[in-house]
């Protein structure tokens, strides 16, 4: 992952290479910001930049992951990996399963593997939240990983 980053950014900017990274399900902002404070951009430029690269996948997964997970289910191959994904993420959402959009906000701000916008939304979807509850749940689970990434990447807090 680290020669793509280092690629991506001989080819880019590092803003944009940052961008990226928060885009991405592997890594989302648990990875971009301090990818972007290693690289000497300031905590601020990091935070913003991966915030908003972290949420622009969330709209297109909350409004198309349902329908294309239905079209493509119809290809084996497909259909086992959605089973495989929706019982992975049934098992690591519970409190998404009991709280909701509440429920959401903490799954997507505890910056671990596994949790985070991508799997936030596919939660959303699994369990039903309409997109006017999920997307501000998940945005603010974002802000607040983003701040405590921030925080853990320039030493200012030590959990």
């Not at 505890?110 to 309409?130: E, H, Q, Y």
Request: no cysteine.
């Amino acid at each position: 992952m680290e020669e793509l980053f280092i690629t991506l950014k001989e080819l880019v900017s590092k803003e944009f290479a940052v961008f990226i990274a928060a885009m991405l399900p592997v890594t989302e902002l648990r990875a971009s910001i301090p990818l972007a404070i290693s690289w000497g951009l300031s905590p601020t430029k990091a935070f913003v930049l991966s915030v908003i690269g972290n949420a622009v996948p969330v709209i297109p997964l909350l409004f198309l992951l349902d329908p294309v997970t239905k079209y493509l289910r119809r290809i084996e191959l497909f259909d086992r990996f959605f089973s495989w994904l929706y019982a992975r993420t049934r098992r690591k959402s519970d409190k998404v399963d009991k709280y909701g959009a509440i429920g959401l906000i903490l799954f997507t701000a505890i910056p671990l593997p596994t949790t985070g916008a991508w799997t936030a939304s596919v939660a959303a979807t699994i369990f039903k939240i309409r997109f006017r509850s999920a997307f501000p749940a998940i945005i603010t689970g974002v802000l607040i990983a983003g701040v405590v990434i921030t925080l853990l990447s320039t030493g200012v807090s030590h959990f």
